[in-house]
């Protein structure tokens, strides 16, 4: 007995178990208004079509989930999509995938500040449109002085976890006790399954809504020990939680209800299971609608804030949105989306007829951001795979990469046939965004401390001088130094003999007391006061031109380096462009004046980049990795010449 109680107590005291637990806490508090309202509506494609729609709904999430756990297995960054579409396709199009997130959750967390609003003043019976006015101005300061955390950052995972239990627990009570209350009732045909094309097409954001939001556990890379593990538990862990509730939310209200119009045009469809459990009266029930939709409006206030600091510590937005308090609470971004929230709330006050345009504004400009999510996948799944290490791998790969891009851009088709002054609010949005992005935030953007931690830095990049030889999975050699990664391919392994030689894996023995070594021309290549006397003996062995192929490498790395140290790579991708196209002129094309022996392979992946336009933030990245092989493989017949010139 007391051996199971250690593993219990050993469970719950487990940092690992315990940040998982608070991912899971977050995902269901975003996920929550999902159950309470909104979704109903989707039941005007009728209980076969909405169906199908919740399943594909249902997949094509599982498919985002598994691209983006993926993604943050390597580059395990909080910028969302932004993040990744700045990296991966280019910083103009990431900019402009920021600003349609920023809108998707400032325009999430209004929808749920104003469905608090209905509530409340309904109870309240304040009819005048002032009063609601102020209700929901209460409500967006009672957010924020909660979200604002100056002492310590346990608060408000304490509240999180306290706003997803009881959460679940009024969902679990529904559902069992309305179920268990009702089971003697029966039903006729009273849900046809008659509805239009255009009814279906109105349909699909109502059953996205179960989900939309769950891609924000993301951000809370830089909040747990190990993102690259917990993030992709957390994001599986909360959507089956949801999934799960879906099922018998939906299964539950069919029961409750007799008649298909009085569910869909109810406001809060689960006001009517509520009087049955709790025996309360109409008002009463709506109230206990608070909780779930309350528990949303926090989490959507924690992913905007989130994203306005991504932007701001990039420079692109202002830098006062950036200021934290001690434990990193953006408290101006926190306020800033709250005063915009708070702006479209009034709108909809007193004029509640845009609340479907409002509504549509803000699916499209989530649908935006998840194709923005598939997009990078494909990306960095065909371009970089070399050069990021992904801890996890999605079992559908691109292909559901492709089937996410697919669904989202019918979901944005749809919302386009139905409602275009929805497009037309978002497109005024991307011209505003980019005449600030062309005016002001081109010229002053960079990369962020963390941006420069997480993508440039992902492979364990040491400072100052350092070489080691170390044997690797599938026998290869990493030598790291001065930030410079040199990978040596199978070909070309060393080893040490028990009596100290070194062998090369294709050459004869070798002393370690010969004139040249493996190690010494290395350390020759990468310090400039010995390349010239290492230049001298190559030209007398005619292969000067290997060496001086080697040393362009390392001043290409080198203004790599410099560039990210000041955070102006993005300033200097055009002449770190022209660096490379100068080597490729030199030593790789043929017929070049100093043309190197390299392989075939090699040689085809360098000219293949050298006329591809720098668009991308880890373009020379990719191009470096690629460099560094060719160094290798010049390096390794290099040093075999000069040790076979010593005999």
């Known amino acids: 007995m007391d051996c199971v109680t250690k593993k219990i107590v050993s469970f719950w005291f487990d940092e690992k178990m315990w940040h998982l637990f608070q991912i899971w806490a977050l995902g269901i508090t975003l996920l929550m208004a999902g159950n309470f309202f909104l979704w109903n509506q989707g039941l005007q494609a009728g209980v076969g079509g909405f169906c199908i729609l919740a399943i594909i709904a249902a997949t094509v999430f599982v498919c985002l989930l598994l691209c983006i756990s993926e993604i943050l297995s390597g580059l395990p960054f909080s910028g969302g999509a932004y993040g990744m579409v700045r990296c991966s396709v280019g910083f103009f199009p990431g900019y402009i995938i920021g600003c349609s997130e920023i809108c998707y959750y400032i325009l999430q967390a209004c929808l749920n500040f104003y469905a608090l609003t209905s509530i409340i003043t309904q109870v309240g019976n304040a009819t005048s449109r002032w009063q609601q006015a102020g ?37 679990a009570l529904y559902c069992f006790v309305s179920l268990g209350t009702l089971s003697s009732k029966v039903h006729g045909n009273a ?40 993030i992709a538990k957390g994001f599986f862990a909360s959507f089956f939680t949801i999934f799960v509730s879906n099922v018998f939310v939906i ?27 709790f025996k309360c009266t109409e008002n009463q029930a709506s109230l206990i609608s608070i909780v779930g939709i309350l528990a949303s409006a926090y989490g959507c206030t924690f992913a905007y804030s989130k994203l306005l600091l991504s932007l701001a510590e990039s420079a692109l937005f202002p830098s006062f949105l950036a200021h934290c308090t001690t434990p990193g609470s953006p408290y101006n971004a ?34 935006t951001a998840y194709l923005g999510y598939g997009v990078s996948y494909i990306i960095l799944k065909q371009s970089y795979t070399a050069s990021i290490d992904f801890a996890f791998k999605s079992p559908f790969g691109i292909v559901g990469a492709l089937y ?27 011209v505003g965004a980019s005449l600030y992005y062309f005016k002001i935030a081109n010229h002053q953007q960079k990369f962020s401390a963390e941006e420069q931690k997480t993508i440039f830095l992902t492979k364990g990049v040491i400072n100052g001088l350092k070489y080691r030889l170390a044997r690797k999975k599938r026998h290869r050699r990493i030598a790291i130094t001065n930030n410079i990664h040199i990978r040596v391919p199978q070909r070309s392994l060393t080893d040490f003999r028990k009596d100290g030689d070194l062998i090369l894996a294709d050459g004869p023995s070798i002393s370690k007391s010969s004139t040249y070594s493996l190690e010494k021309v290395h350390r020759c290549l990468i310090d400039p006061t010995k390349a010239e006397a290492l ?92 460099l560094d092989e060719s160094f290798s493989e010049i390096e390794r017949v290099l040093a075999q010449n000069l040790i076979l010139s010593n005999r």
Not at 207 to 218: D, H, Q, R, S
Not at 340 to 356: E, Q
Not at 409 to 418: E, Q, R
Not at 536 to 558: H, M, N, P
Request: glycine share 2%; charged share 15%.
């Open 135 to 171: 209700v929901c101005f209460c409500l967006h300061l009672a957010i924020c002085l909660l979200m604002v955390q100056r002492k310590s950052l346990n608060k408000f995972w304490k509240l999180t976890i306290v706003l997803a239990l009881s959460s679940l627990i009024l969902i």
């Open 191 to 230: 849900f046809p399954n008659d509805h239009s094309l255009l009814k279906t097409l109105r349909s699909f954001q109502s059953v996205t809504w179960f989900y939309t939001g769950i891609e924000c556990l993301a951000f809370a890379c830089n909040l747990v020990s190990t993102p690259r593990e917990l």
């Open 251 to 277: 299964c539950t209200t069919l029961y409750t209800f007799n008649d298909m119009d009085e569910l869909i045009e109810a406001a809060f469809p689960l006001s009517k299971g509520f009087i049955l459990v």
């Open 334 to 367: 926190i306020l800033f989306g709250a005063q915009i929230s708070y702006c479209v709330c009034l709108i909809l006050v007193f004029d509640a007829a845009i609340s479907t345009t409002v509504s549509d504004v803000c699916f499209l400009a989530a649908y």
């Open 404 to 430: 996410v891009i697919f669904v989202f851009s019918f979901g944005i088709l749809s919302i386009c046939v139905t409602n275009r002054t929805a497009f037309l609010c978002l497109l005024i949005l991307w």
């Open 535 to 626: 230049q001298e003996k190559a030209r007398e062995l005619y292969c000067v031109e290997s060496v001086d192929f080697c040393l362009s490498i390392v001043s290409y790395r080198q203004l790599v380096d410099d560039a990210l140290k000041k955070g102006l790579l993005y300033n200097n991708l055009g002449s770190i462009h022209r660096a490379f196209v100068k080597i490729v002129d030199r030593f790789v094309r043929e017929g070049s004046s100093d043309e190197v022996n390299l392989s075939a392979e090699l040689k085809k992946s360098i000219l293949k980049l050298q006329n591809i336009q720098v668009f991308s933030a880890l373009h020379p990245l990719k191009i470096a990795t690629i």
